[in-house]
């Protein structure tokens, strides 16, 4: 495989680790736009272990996963009180003010960035998002993702049939937020290096563009958005600069004309019924 | 009081007020159980909001609520299923975009709502027993055919139903409904009539908030009625329709007429 083949596709394994980790909340109608900050407290509380305890990576990572989860929780209690807009505001100045106290942690190299001596070749990163996404493919056949679309769709009657509303939403929230530090601490160990810069607003805003892109009917659409979001702009690379520019008025333009995404339960049904048809 | 010997709902004393407009003044009924109740008013008259307190979507202001003997006043909203009572909205409340069948496996989760139930890939199964119970009790009200269907494709009337459905698969043995027959045609309605009889059959006991009288002569036994959030009568629909207050909360007093 070539060098940039295998570049690309790192990439494209990376960003739908994060696509999983938006589309937990996202699934239970909880926007969270702080994911960039998840991600670093996974990268940062592995690498840090792999630097200063000497834990094999595959120690680590989990245990950076774990450690993003956990502040999932305890973040999500309070912050999932607060809906819609205020919900995406308050994640978004989280996401904010993790990447600065990591900025300023001279203990993991402050702003001078993070070397890490333990390395995950790319078919580490590979295998980790296919678990990524068979564990997710596994979670949407369960009553919890059930109980997610329930919340979503009508949390008063979710309640009313006894759904822990609450209790819903901060479990999709802390899963997400391990999901992106399982991420983050992946990351760190492939590049071998973690600077706070990386995790910055545009790496979540463009993580929840891929998701809504996708569509968050269903559990496929984060793998879609994902793929679309990381292939088309490496096969626009070669061609004229305008054609960007093309790329962007198809996205404003498919999101104008279908809000619900790509991939919709309706189209799964529509494809069932032609098969069952011929 | 036992359990078996209590009424299916019990409520004394019970007030609400909305921004100092008091909705609800000092009611007190009782639904014995298995004698299917209409709660009857003019509009405004605080019917929705009693069922609103009774499920725990609002708080009360004071009073007591207790369904099959259990008090339920402070009880937290999504617990009361476990006692037995449901409840219907005026405007279905099912979830648009899931299948039939998925919104009634939302309905069984109080039975199945454990750790190890939440996290069974049970989709997986084809033939797993939830997704089998369910299509039964879609089968015997003789609604099987629309199990696989979006319920936003589906015909209101059967859509009612299925709401009537996923409230039984959730345990229900007090069931609130709003305005069950609002919207439906003719045969429509009949289809409701008979599920609610089959549904009153298994001992279910029904409390209806109805505008229609035919409707409310055709299944209840009891009616309530309240008027600027006070109970005006209770009693028979016969003997209640010929009461003076009944008579003028509905036409208006002698002198406005």
Known sequence: ?278 | MTAASAPALAISGLSKSFAGVKAIRDLSFTVPRGVTTALIGPNGAGKTTVFNLVSGVYGVDAGRIEVHGADVTRMPSRKRISTGVARSFQNIRLMPHLSVLENLLVGQHVRASSLADLVTPYRLFPNHRWKREARAALEESGLGRWADETVSALPYGVRKRIDLVRATLAGASLLMLDEPAAGLNPSETNALRDHLKALMAKGVTLLVVEHDMHFVESICENVVVLNFGEKIAEGPLSRVRQEKLVREAYIGTDEEA
């Open chain 1, 1 to 278: 495989m070539s060098g940039y083949l295998t570049g690309v596709l790192v990439v494209l394994a990376f960003n739908v680790i994060a696509a999983y980790a938006v589309y937990l909340p996202l699934a239970a109608g909880q926007l969270n736009l702080g994911i960039a900050g998840f991600m670093a407290i996974g990268a940062y509380a592995a690498a840090f272990l792999t630097n200063e305890y000497m834990w094999p990576m595959w120690a680590a990572i989990p245990v950076g996963a774990a450690l993003a989860g956990l502040v999932g929780i305890l973040i999500g209690i309070p912050v999932l009180r607060t809906h819609g807009i205020y919900l995406a505001m308050a994640t978004f100045a989280l996401g904010q003010v993790i990447a600065a106290v990591f900025l300023n942690l001279e203990v993991v190299g402050g702003a001078a960035g993070y070397p890490v001596t333990d390395y995950a070749g790319p078919y580490v990163v590979y295998a980790a998002a296919a678990g990524v996404v068979v564990l997710m493919l596994l979670i949407s056949r369960t009553r919890f993702a059930l109980c997610l679309t329930a919340v979503k769709s009508d949390a008063t009657v979710a309640d009313l049939l006894g759904v822990s509303v609450r209790g819903v939403k901060v479990a999709a929230f802390a899963l997400g937020a391990a999901v992106a530090g399982f991420g983050g601490a992946l990351y760190a160990h492939h590049y071998s290096f973690v600077e706070a810069q990386h995790f910055n607003v545009l790496l979540s805003v463009f993580t929840v563009l891929y998701v809504l892109f996708g569509g968050t009917q269903t559990v496929w659409g984060p793998l879609v958005g994902a793929a679309f979001f990381t292939l088309v702009p490496e096969l626009l690379r070669a061609s004229d600069q305008w054609r960007y520019a093309l790329f962007a008025v198809f996205i404003i333009v498919f999101m104008a004309v279908r809000p619900q995404g790509l991939v919709t339960a309706s189209l799964f049904r529509l494809f069932r019924r032609k098969a069952e048809a011929a």
